[in-house]
């Protein structure tokens, strides 16, 4: 089973400034099967990229998504004040099963 | 657009059975995807049940699968879940979703109570 790691637990930045949230898998993860999502308190979850890279949907372009093997990334190039929000990394495996990483709160600073 | 809408209880029993469904509209359940179930404890991280996939085949977590049942109506384009012997570490906020390899429409999502 494919455990996924997130860090940091939470990051305190302030609008206008740059996150970087790192996903982490226990073994090599297809790009294609890599995804992050959003979720804001009180609603689902929301996805934001797909294939490791590929935007969703809607999805704004300060919202990207690179990496591959075992280390993916989610950059917000310039945070806006509804981007504070909680970030989770999923991936689709053999069998087969989902599994997500334990997410990120990008908290205003 | 296909919509996603959760339906059951939300206070059951410790040892009882938890039971949920969810009703699809927009898209027809025989046409492709997964379908399936994801579950949030209050203030926890997001936890994969199982999926159906639209021929019948069924995937379970293997942690829950011994309490677990996911079957699907076609005919009434609806899917369910069925956990038995819930206790307190089954509270949670449970959303039907569409998915393949990442989920692209959730349901708005229901919170269901383990508790005597």
């Known amino acids: 089973e494919i455990v996924l790691t997130q860090s940091p637990g939470t990051l305190s930045l302030s609008p206008g400034e740059r996150a970087t949230l790192s996903c982490r898998a226990s073994q090599s993860v297809k790009s294609t099967y890599l995804a992050w999502y959003q979720q804001k308190p009180g609603q689902a979850p929301r996805l934001l990229i797909y294939?490791?890279?590929s935007r969703a949907t809607g999805i704004p372009d300060r919202f990207s998504g690179s990496g591959s093997g075992t280390d993916f990334t989610l950059t917000i190039s310039r945070l806006e004040p509804e981007d504070f929000a909680v970030y989770y990394c999923?991936?689709?495996?053999?069998?087969?099963?989902?599994?997500f990483g334990q997410g990120t709160k990008v908290e205003i600073k | 657009q296909v919509q996603l809408q959760e339906s059951g209880p939300g206070l059951v029993k410790p040892s009882e059975t938890l039971s949920l469904t969810c009703a699809v509209s927009g898209y027809s359940i025989s046409s492709g995807y997964f379908w399936g179930w994801i579950r949030q404890p209050p203030g926890k991280g997001l936890e994969w049940i199982g999926n159906i996939f639209h021929t019948g085949s069924i995937y379970y977590n293997p942690s829950l699968k011994s309490r677990l049942t996911i079957s699907v109506d076609t005919s009434n384009n609806h899917f369910s879940l069925i956990l038995r012997s819930v206790t307190a570490a089954d509270t949670a906020v449970y959303y039907c979703a569409r998915a393949a390899a990442y989920v692209d429409s959730w349901g708005q999502g229901t919170l269901v109570i383990v508790s005597s």
């Open positions: 999923q991936q689709y495996g053999t069998s087969p099963t989902w599994t």
């Open positions: 294939g490791a890279s």
